[in-house]
């Protein structure tokens, strides 16, 4: 017994000695871990920055003895973003007997994709059937690196759909879609020649002239269906409907109005405008023939806006030609010349209108004498030469005198009332580029109405007035 209890005895020393070694090592650790300092990376270990941008410090948090000391800590490395390349950061903080380091690794590339810029609508409509014949409007590839390489994009089409693609030095991809819709929901277009409202005298003849035109489809002509007809031997209001469909089922409809009227007894009334159109006069002038229900003749030359020249054909006046150049020195210094001026201002109108206008007036009158100065006997000739070809050309028998002295509304207006009569057609030579001609306009319309004359445009069933020719 007695040797067991000193076996116990010994085993408790060991004990004792043991638990306080644990605690002595507890308690030095304990010391340690109070005395040292903690360090932990802010973000990610490893960090991509694209080239050329910034890289943002995220930094490290510290701690001393339960205290924040991240300000303390010490940063080792640099990271250049205008250099591509792996780059590291050592964080280091000493407290008391102990240091701590952290890093982190950043990679700076080129990550940015480069950038397609379509011109024109990623949504294109196009015509039926057409896709194949859409022309690109082009495209634009910029990369932040290599600049720009639209030279390197591919173009594929997948349907009706066209896919565009680059990529950069560094790999980077990018694609951009143009689609194609095929459809046509515009309705075709349908000009009538002369306008909706159409005067023609009594025992002359009218000639239907009508364009229609789709975006898709062109010309339709051809296709339009024309209903109701016009007799001109018998007065009265004839009514005629237009109508085309374009093949994607589009319709359009179009209604004239044709009044087939006696020539008042009193006379007819052809108003003449020369020289324009002018903004500022000509457009009033509409305004007022519009009013009042009156159909002109315009007399135009290659100046002056194109909208008004479209307006004096869409109001059912007879757009005529003047010559281009309105030069007399130009148009009489030979026959060509004449001819290839007054192509110049026809072709204008026939682009403006489709108008295929064949009635003219000759600069200075077919009976001028200043044509003399640039080729004797030229306008023997040319009144003679327009008629083989095809022209009407037009003089006057009543003068405004607008182009002369006269100067006021006040003259206009006499010297157009007093030089009317009732035994014959009254051709009316005015230039609408004259305000005072814009001034008595009103006046001479008013006129004419109260005294029984009719007025109407010059159409080709319009008996030519002439001059007697002077050279
Ligand atoms: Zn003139």
Redesign the pocket.
Same mark, same amino acid.
């Given at each position: 017994m007695k040797k067991v209890g000193k076996f116990v005895k010994k085993n408790k020393l060991w004990f004792i000695l043991g638990c306080s070694f644990l605690l002595l090592l507890v308690i030095g650790l304990g010391v340690i871990i109070y005395f040292s300092p903690t360090l932990k990376l802010n973000g990610k270990r490893t960090v991509t920055v694209n080239i050329h941008s910034t890289y943002k410090e995220e930094g490290v948090k510290a701690t001393y003895q339960d205290k924040d000391v991240s300000k303390d800590v010490v940063i080792k490395g640099k990271v250049n973003t205008d250099v591509e390349g792996t780059y590291e950061l050592k964080y280091s903080i000493k407290k008391g007997l102990f240091e701590r380091e952290v890093k982190r690794t950043v990679n700076v590339k080129d990550i940015e994709k480069p950038v397609i810029t379509l011109n024109g609508e990623k949504e294109v409509k196009v015509c039926p059937g057409k896709a194949s014949e859409y022309k690109d409007q082009g495209y634009t590839a910029v990369d932040n690196v290599d600049g720009d390489i639209t030279d390197k994009v591919t173009v594929t089409t997948e349907g009706n759909k066209i896919i565009y693609e680059v990529t950069d030095e560094e790999g980077n991809k990018v694609t951009e879609e143009r689609n194609l819709v095929e459809s046509d929901t515009d309705s075709p277009t349908i000009t009538l020649n002369g306008g909706e409202n159409y005067t023609v005298l009594l025992n002359t003849s009218f000639t239907d002239s009508y364009t229609a035109k789709d975006s898709c489809d062109g010309d339709l002509k051809s296709k339009v269906k024309v209903t109701g007809s016009v007799d001109t031997k018998k007065v009265g209001t004839y009514t005629l409907t237009y109508e085309v469909t374009d093949s994607s089922g589009n319709t359009a409809t179009a209604k004239r109005t044709v009044k087939v009227v006696e020539p008042a007894k009193g006379g007819v009334i052809y108003l003449t405008f @020369? @020289?324009g159109p002018k903004q500022g006069t000509t457009n009033v002038i509409l305004d007022i023939l519009k009013e009042e229900g009156v159909k002109a003749t315009f007399?135009v030359t290659n100046s002056g806006p194109d909208d008004l020249i479209k307006r004096e054909f869409n109001e059912g006046h007879t757009v005529a030609l /003047?010559t281009a150049s /309105?030069d007399y020195k130009t148009v009489y210094s030979s026959v060509d010349a004449y001819f290839k001026d007054l192509q110049s201002v026809h072709d204008r109108v026939y682009r403006l209108t489709g108008y295929d206008s064949k009635i003219i007036r000759f600069?200075?009158g077919s009976s001028n004498t200043i044509s003399r100065n640039y080729s004797k006997g030229i306008m023997t000739t040319l009144t003679k030469e327009v008629v083989n070809r095809g022209y009407h050309y037009f003089d006057w028998n009543v003068s405004s005198g607008d182009?002369g002295d006269v100067k006021n509304a006040d003259g206009v207006y006499n010297n157009v009332i007093n030089g009317l009569s009732k035994s014959r057609a009254n051709v009316v030579l005015m /230039?609408d580029i004259k305000p005072y001609t814009r001034d008595a306009l009103k006046r001479i319309i008013q006129y004419g109405k109260t005294h029984g004359y009719t007025f109407a445009a010059i159409t080709y069933d319009t008996p030519m007035v002439k001059h007697g020719v002077n050279n």
């Amino acid at each position: 017994m007695k040797k067991v209890g000193k076996f116990v005895k010994k085993n408790k020393l060991w004990f004792i000695l043991g638990c306080s070694f644990l605690l002595l090592l507890v308690i030095g650790l304990g010391v340690i871990i109070y005395f040292s300092p903690t360090l932990k990376l802010n973000g990610k270990r490893t960090v991509t920055v694209n080239i050329h941008s910034t890289y943002k410090e995220e930094g490290v948090k510290a701690t001393y003895q339960d205290k924040d000391v991240s300000k303390d800590v010490v940063i080792k490395g640099k990271v250049n973003t205008d250099v591509e390349g792996t780059y590291e950061l050592k964080y280091s903080i000493k407290k008391g007997l102990f240091e701590r380091e952290v890093k982190r690794t950043v990679n700076v590339k080129d990550i940015e994709k480069p950038v397609i810029t379509l011109n024109g609508e990623k949504e294109v409509k196009v015509c039926p059937g057409k896709a194949s014949e859409y022309k690109d409007q082009g495209y634009t590839a910029v990369d932040n690196v290599d600049g720009d390489i639209t030279d390197k994009v591919t173009v594929t089409t997948e349907g009706n759909k066209i896919i565009y693609e680059v990529t950069d030095e560094e790999g980077n991809k990018v694609t951009e879609e143009r689609n194609l819709v095929e459809s046509d929901t515009d309705s075709p277009t349908i000009t009538l020649n002369g306008g909706e409202n159409y005067t023609v005298l009594l025992n002359t003849s009218f000639t239907d002239s009508y364009t229609a035109k789709d975006s898709c489809d062109g010309d339709l002509k051809s296709k339009v269906k024309v209903t109701g007809s016009v007799d001109t031997k018998k007065v009265g209001t004839y009514t005629l409907t237009y109508e085309v469909t374009d093949s994607s089922g589009n319709t359009a409809t179009a209604k004239r109005t044709v009044k087939v009227v006696e020539p008042a007894k009193g006379g007819v009334i052809y108003l003449t405008f @020369d @020289d324009g159109p002018k903004q500022g006069t000509t457009n009033v002038i509409l305004d007022i023939l519009k009013e009042e229900g009156v159909k002109a003749t315009f007399f135009v030359t290659n100046s002056g806006p194109d909208d008004l020249i479209k307006r004096e054909f869409n109001e059912g006046h007879t757009v005529a030609l /003047h010559t281009a150049s /309105h030069d007399y020195k130009t148009v009489y210094s030979s026959v060509d010349a004449y001819f290839k001026d007054l192509q110049s201002v026809h072709d204008r109108v026939y682009r403006l209108t489709g108008y295929d206008s064949k009635i003219i007036r000759f600069p200075g009158g077919s009976s001028n004498t200043i044509s003399r100065n640039y080729s004797k006997g030229i306008m023997t000739t040319l009144t003679k030469e327009v008629v083989n070809r095809g022209y009407h050309y037009f003089d006057w028998n009543v003068s405004s005198g607008d182009a002369g002295d006269v100067k006021n509304a006040d003259g206009v207006y006499n010297n157009v009332i007093n030089g009317l009569s009732k035994s014959r057609a009254n051709v009316v030579l005015m /230039h609408d580029i004259k305000p005072y001609t814009r001034d008595a306009l009103k006046r001479i319309i008013q006129y004419g109405k109260t005294h029984g004359y009719t007025f109407a445009a010059i159409t080709y069933d319009t008996p030519m007035v002439k001059h007697g020719v002077n050279n």
